[in-house]
């Protein structure tokens, strides 16, 4: 599920291709309908779909759409890359769901917290180190279970544009790392924590 220019979903497509991930993405569903990611997905013969809250009534309708589309597609898992909506709890409690967020959680994270104000915030206060998180989705926002965190150091003469950057880099590695490990079913839970196996 994608919003923007798709670069996450670039290194999901190239690393199942190269077989780094052992499975196919059966479907794109994009909330806009000017996402470069959906050219990605054509370019990759993957089949995509826009499909846009606001041209439904009501949060039920909206999942229903998306849920009907993720069957359609046959998904059994779905990779929020750069999806900028959050899912109702229909969507949650159906199907694994894996987040990647451009901070390390649960620092910047939550309501109002995407994009560019993640790295703004994370100048605008300070931090010497900032990273990409790797998380289950529950009903909340950002704050699912972390299978994988990479940290980057914030350096004097940053600018959002310059640490986004350098964290989207680290976000294509461990989300590319992450969905392997789920799709060998290498991944299980106790309590909060997410154990990976070897």
Do not use: W
Request: charged content about 20%.
């Amino acid at each position: 599920m994608v919003s923007g220019g798709g670069t996450n979903l670039q290194a999901l497509i190239d690393a199942c291709e190269s077989g780094a991930i052992p499975a196919k993405i059966s479907g794109v569903i994009s909330s806009k309908k000017d996402a470069y990611a959906i050219e990605r997905a054509k370019k990759a013969g993957i089949p995509s779909i826009v499909i846009n809250k606001k041209h439904f009534e009501s949060q039920q309708a909206h999942e229903q759409a998306v849920i009907a589309a993720i069957e359609s597609f046959e998904g059994q898992a779905i990779v929020l890359a750069g999806y900028m909506s959050i899912l109702g709890s229909n969507i949650v409690n159906r199907f694994k769901i894996v987040n990647v967020h451009p901070a390390l959680i649960p620092s910047f994270c939550g309501k109002g917290y995407y994009g560019h104000h993640v790295h703004q915030a994370v100048l605008d206060y300070g931090a010497k180190l900032s990273g990409a998180t790797v998380h289950f989705v529950d009903e909340g926002t950002d704050t699912g279970s972390i299978i994988m965190q990479k940290s980057v150091p914030v350096l004097h003469d940053d600018t959002a544009e310059s640490l986004g950057a350098r964290v989207l880099e680290i976000e294509h590695e461990i989300l590319v790392q992450s969905i392997a490990l789920l799709c060998q079913d290498k991944l299980s839970l106790r309590g909060r924590t997410v154990i990976i196996k070897d």
